[in-house]
């Protein structure tokens, strides 16, 4: 299979005017005893006006410190962020908080995971929604009211003017999340990042917020960033997908692309542990064995590697580059992709390497050879 390897700066888009937003190498590590946490590491990626983009992975693997570095949002000390956010065509990432302010809220506005702390406990939420409404759009007070109630009515808060009076803590965990949806929304965003929107809410809550984002983006034809860590979450409600792992990016496609011609095995085990109606009653959930590695001692090679069932020696020796695939808009990080020729013979070496060690075969004298075995066996066992 013939491999085009493409630089940091391709994957995001070449044209920084023509998106509305492009990250190109972007960059975020903190600075910390233990030494430097490569959080986000060469992420390079773009949206278009309207468009919604989901990012996916672990818990750890950078897709929440990677909206905030877009945003700017992170700590005032021990932080390196570098690389290239264009947004509107000029480069924001060396903004300081002050010029930021201006963006935030009225360009770009993010829905935080947790209501609870995102809200302030001990201010009204009529006064929460009314504070952006003012500061940005010069709004008198009664004016602020007014618009401020006409959200609560958009995003489908029952009693709207009675809740404009209430804190936080009187309502429950889908209305609190609804309210950080009205305020995100308040000034008119053009980007909305949100961040696990749907983490502590119940099932039938988490579809109706999930709902409530894609008809107000379609509406507003606003560009938004959806992270999580649930592949289902997106299949049917983003046009692409970028895949995260160890602060890069893995994988990154159309949806229908993702789903149908995935490359990375990692991606394939993400979509192999969501559960499936199909299976019987009682079905054990398949799961990625392994953690995630250290990010201030990454391993060399595949930061994967360890976890893959495909590995071999070459994984554990050489990072693969970004690669396009055969299908525009498809780019992913693999020596031996799913579904092609080198990544079946990788798999049916490393099952014939697993049976032979189970039966009690003699062992290589090879300690990479060992290695890549034992790595692939315990990928193997565990899924």
Same mark, same amino acid.
Request: hydrophobic residues 40%.
């Given at each position: 299979m013939s491999r085009k390897v493409i630089s940091g700066s391709a994957a995001g888009g070449v044209d920084t005017g023509k998106q509305l937003l492009n990250v190109v190498d972007l960059k975020t590590h903190f600075l910390t005893d233990r030494g430097t946490v490569l959080a986000v590491d060469g992420v390079s990626l773009s949206l278009d006006r309207g468009k919604t983009l989901g990012v996916v992975g672990e818990s750890g693997s950078g897709k929440t410190i990677l909206s905030r570095s877009i945003m700017g949002l992170l700590p005032k000390r021990?932080?390196?962020?570098? *690389?290239? +956010?264009?947004?509107?065509?000029? =480069? &924001?990432?060396?903004?300081?908080?002050?010029?930021?302010?201006?963006?935030?809220?009225?360009?770009?506005?993010?829905?935080?995971?947790?209501?609870m702390t995102s809200l302030n406990p001990v201010m009204k939420v009529g006064n929460q929604i009314t504070e952006s409404l003012v500061h940005h759009l010069a709004m008198d007070k009664s004016e602020a009211t007014e618009t401020a109630l006409a959200l609560l009515q958009s995003v489908g808060i029952p009693e709207p003017q009675q809740r404009l009076g209430e804190y936080p803590h009187q309502l429950s965990g889908g209305m609190r999340q609804r309210v950080t949806i009205a305020i995100a929304l308040a000034c008119g965003p053009k980007i909305l990042f949100a961040d696990e929107p749907t983490t502590a809410l119940d099932v039938t809550?988490?579809?109706?917020?999930?709902?409530?984002?894609?008809?107000?983006?379609?509406?507003?034809?606003?560009?938004?960033?959806?992270?999580?860590?649930?592949? *289902?979450? +997106?299949?049917?409600?983003?046009? =692409? &997908?970028?895949?995260?792992?160890?602060?890069?990016?893995?994988?990154?496609a159309p949806t229908n692309v993702l789903f149908s011609k995935m490359k990375m095995p990692y991606t394939e085990a993400l979509v192999s542990s969501i559960p499936k109606l199909s299976n019987p009653s009682h079905t054990v959930l398949e799961i990625i064995p392994g953690r995630p590695p250290d990010l201030v001692h990454p391993p060399k090679g595949c930061n994967f590697a360890p976890r893959c069932k495909y590995v071999q020696d070459k994984c554990l020796e050489e990072e693969p580059p970004l690669a396009q695939a055969e299908t525009?808009?498809?780019?992913?990080?693999?020596?031996?992709?799913?579904?092609?020729?080198?990544?079946?013979?990788?798999?049916?070496?490393?099952?014939?390497?697993?049976?032979?060690?189970?039966?009690?075969?003699?062992?290589?004298?090879?300690?990479?050879?060992?290695?890549?075995?034992?790595?692939a066996a315990t990928a193997i066992k565990e899924t």
């Open positions: 021990n932080v390196v962020r570098e *690389g290239h +956010v264009y947004y509107e065509g000029t =480069d &924001i990432i060396g903004h300081s908080q002050n010029d930021m302010r201006s963006v935030w809220g009225s360009e770009m506005a993010m829905v935080f995971q947790d209501p809550v988490q579809a109706q917020i999930l709902n409530l984002l894609g008809r107000q983006q379609s509406e507003r034809h606003m560009a938004m960033i959806l992270v999580t860590h649930d592949l *289902g979450v +997106v299949a049917g409600r983003t046009d =692409d &997908i970028a895949v995260m792992y160890a602060g890069k990016v893995v994988e990154q525009p808009g498809h780019f992913y990080r693999c020596w031996f992709p799913v579904d092609t020729p080198e990544g079946r013979d990788a798999l049916a070496r490393n099952l014939a390497a697993t049976t032979a060690v189970s039966v009690g075969a003699p062992a290589t004298t090879s300690a990479s050879t060992t290695t890549t075995t034992t790595a």
